[in-house]
RNA sequence: UCCGGCGUAGCUCAAUGGUAGAGCAUCUGGCUGUUAACCAGAGGGUUGUAGGUUCAAGCCCUACCGCCGGAGCCA
């Protein structure tokens, strides 16, 4: 019985020969005993090689291999309070696959810079991992939330004719001739899916090319999009605080591990039940003024802003009715108030700033035709998003969630690099 | 683009303007249950680059490059 065994499933295997592969994560010794830990993404599992068992070469190479060598192992698993994780190895033979030249991730601390310029190896370590696993967690609960609610998944193209906004934060790229632009977003197709089959959304990667260097800033991130057919502001508030709630509740039931070896406080995230507090533009201007802030009525919320509101409360912001002149052309007007536009802004408690931007969209073909002439878009463009307003065009809203911003805050991580494996950065594009 | 901080051993950091050090990693040896093991020893440096001030510069000045943080920007 000897067949590859995963480090997970050890503890199924008490009393059985085995057949471990992975890499080497550390070594200790002691006398005649050795302890190598073997991690192969399931975990880390320590293996045990007395001088006594083992051939003299075996021993040698025990105390030799290199940090992150690739071995195969082979012994008897037992059970030992001792071991991390309560199972150990008692190990027969170990068979190196390549031996690692000296690893340049070290068992101390290493500055951000290094390690970003080694993220493919630094996804190896145990934090990292627990946010990717995290993070996957995150991706599959978003799909379960939406499927199990009938709605149909439409991907949106990533090469697109026109920008949704200006031009500037667009990256360009050579399309036969023409000119083509990495979506940053999939909304305006997604409005064309909800018109032809009611409830979609579309979840996939976009790209802007701003040059914002904060620790809430990457240049290709994944948005998840729903739009829903004869939805109203009410309407996408309600599916936004039940969509965020039931993707903390599923992080925390399906990754207690890994909240805890990123030593991440679940109270916070335990609280993330609706309903949460909703607030209007004009209120929360209101408390940054009080909070003494020299924030003024018509400007958007930058960071600070953001951070000071989402501190007054113990569970996501909901801000709604923002000025219309700081959103963009496709948001409806509050009839009301014609000055405010129907949107929404979801805020991640504990400082964490947007998550959620949504809306309810202008859904008359003269008010969007003006809209996009106030905005200095280019109508031919938009010649097929304004067909929607004329054919059969009815009231529709939805909003866009990032998702590593959205892990970032689960996770409470201190930059939302670290929230997807391989970040595009400002100008940085490596590995 | 702007503001601020920092660039010293593979990594993380020390070093009144006066002989460049420590921990980790590496190498050698020791230890029969280690938990980022520990103990002893060894090797490892054109102090980011280019100028300048000074008897003397890792340290002071200028420029450039790089990294970090923040702002602006940002469905």
Redesign the pocket.
């Known amino acids: 019985m000897l067949e590859q065994v995963y480090i997970a499933e050890m503890g199924k295997y008490v009393g059985e020969n085995v057949t471990l592969k992975g890499w080497v994560y ?8 050795r ?1 190598l ?1 073997l991690r192969d993404g399931t975990g880390i599992a ?1 293996g ?1 090689i ?3 068992d083992v051939s003299e070469q075996t021993f040698e190479l025990a ?2 291999i ?2 992150e060598s690739s071995a195969v192992v082979k012994g008897k698993i037992r059970e ?1 309070k ?3 994780g309560g199972y ?1 190895i ?1 190990v027969s033979e170990l068979e190196p696959i390549q031996i690692a030249e ?3 991730i ?9 390690l ?1 310029s080694h993220r493919h190896l630094w996804l190896r370590s145990k934090k990292q991992l627990a946010i990717m696993r995290i993070r996957n967690v995150i991706i599959s609960a978003c799909r379960k939330f939406f499927d199990s609610l009938g709605f149909l998944l439409v991907d949106a193209p990533i090469l697109t004719p026109s920008a ?3 031009t ?2 667009l990256f360009e790229t050579d399309y036969f001739g023409e000119t083509a632009y990495l ?5 305006l197709y997604m409005e064309a899916a909800a018109m032809a089959f009611g409830k979609v959304y579309c979840f996939g990667p ?1 790209f ?1 090319a ?8 990457i240049t290709e991130f994944w ?1 998840i ?1 729903p739009e829903i057919a004869f939805a109203e502001l009410d309407d996408i508030m309600e599916l936004a605080e039940k969509f965020v709630a039931y993707i903390t509740e599923q992080v925390l039931v399906n990754r207690a591990e890994e909240l805890k070896i990123l030593e991440r406080d679940t109270g916070p995230l335990e609280n993330v039940i609706p309903p949460f507090p909703r607030i209007s533009y004009d209120e929360a201007v209101d408390i940054l003024n009080k909070e003494g802030s020299s924030f003024k009525w018509g400007d ?5 802003e953001e951070t000071l509101l989402s501190e007054k409360f113990n569970k996501p912001l909901l801000v709604h009715h923002y000025p219309a002149k700081c ?2 052309f496709y948001m409806k007007r509050d009839p009301q108030n014609p000055q405010l536009a129907l ?1 929404i ?1 979801m805020l991640a408690p504990e400082g964490y700033g947007e998550i959620i ?1 949504g809306s309810q969209r202008e859904d008359d073909l003269e008010t969007i035709k003006k809209r996009i002439e106030e905005h200095n878009l280019p109508q031919d463009a938009y010649e097929w998003y304004l067909d929607l307003r004329k054919y059969g065009s009815v009231p529709h809203s939805g909003f ?1 969630l990032g998702l590593e911003r959205t892990i970032t805050w689960i996770c409470k991580l ?2 939302i690099r670290e929230a997807i494996p391989f970040p595009r950065l ?3 594009c490596y590995p």
């Open positions: 550390n070594r200790r010794s002691s006398g005649n005993i302890f830990m320590q045990v007395s001088k006594a105390d030799r290199p940090q030992d001792r071991a991390p150990e008692l000296n690893y340049p070290t068992k101390k601390e290493h500055g951000t810079g290094f970003m949704v906004e200006g500037t934060t979506s940053q977003s999939g909304q976009t802007r701003e040059k914002s260097k904060t620790r809430r800033h948005q999009e958007d919320f930058g960071s600070p959103k963009p949107a802004d931007g866009g201190p930059h400002l100008e940085k």
